[in-house]
């Protein structure tokens, strides 16, 4: 399953990424890596980012980005 297919406030885990290292690299700056649990807070209309919470801070992707993320849902209660 691809990040935009989750529905807001479902927590996941990061499975890994399709694409190239500078892929892994730009994701593992902004502190996202796999194996990751994160919720997904907010679709933005319109073709706008997808608003991740990740260690109790907020991180835009954008859509070409976050398609580019492969991930499976799991129990809230692991965050």
């Keep these: 399953m691809l990040l935009p297919q ?11 990424f399709t694409g190239t290292r500078r892929l892994r690299r730009d994701l ?5 890596q796999v194996g990751d649990i994160v919720r997904v807070h907010r679709h933005v209309p319109f ?3 997808i608003l991740l919470e990740h260690c109790g801070t907020q ?5 070409s980005l976050a ?13």
């Design 59 to 63: 991180v835009a992707l954008g859509r």
């Design 47 to 49: 073709g706008g980012p």
């Design 6 to 16: 989750i529905p807001e406030g479902a927590a996941l885990r990061i499975l890994g």
């Design 28 to 32: 593992a700056q902004l502190g996202i």
């Design 67 to 79: 398609g580019r993320i492969r991930v499976e849902p799991v129990s809230c209660e692991l965050l």
